[in-house]
């Protein structure tokens, strides 16, 4: 099982092609910081694949996932009904204040 990492903000942004386009910016001025560009590449490729391992049920089978969502949402279906049926029944009789 993969290691919890922290949880990443959502407003975090995944996208590569701006570390794309700066790469290719440096290659057209033959910059010197196209190493450093790669570098930061590399580096969110990896924090992007440690992210993806340490989500909740990635390492269960399709089929395991599927039967666990059906048995969630039969308990909400089931606790919704229960919910509807004691919401109706007044069991106790408030005492209003006085």
């Known amino acids: 099982m993969a290691t919890p990492v922290s949880v990443v903000d959502d407003t975090e942004d995944y996208s590569f092609l701006p570390l794309i386009h700066d790469i290719i910016k440096c290659m057209d001025k033959d910059n010197q910081d196209v190493h450093q560009e790669l570098n930061k590449l590399r580096q969110r490729i990896q924090d992007t694949r440690e992210q993806i391992l340490a989500m ?42 006085s």
């Not at 666990?68 to 279906?77: A, D, G, I, N, W």
């Open 56 to 97: 909740p049920g990635i390492d269960l089978s399709s089929e395991v996932q599927q039967n666990k969502l059906r048995t969630l949402r039969e308990q909400v279906r089931t606790k919704n009904q229960l919910l509807q049926k004691y919401k109706g029944l007044c069991m106790f009789d408030i005492p209003k204040p």
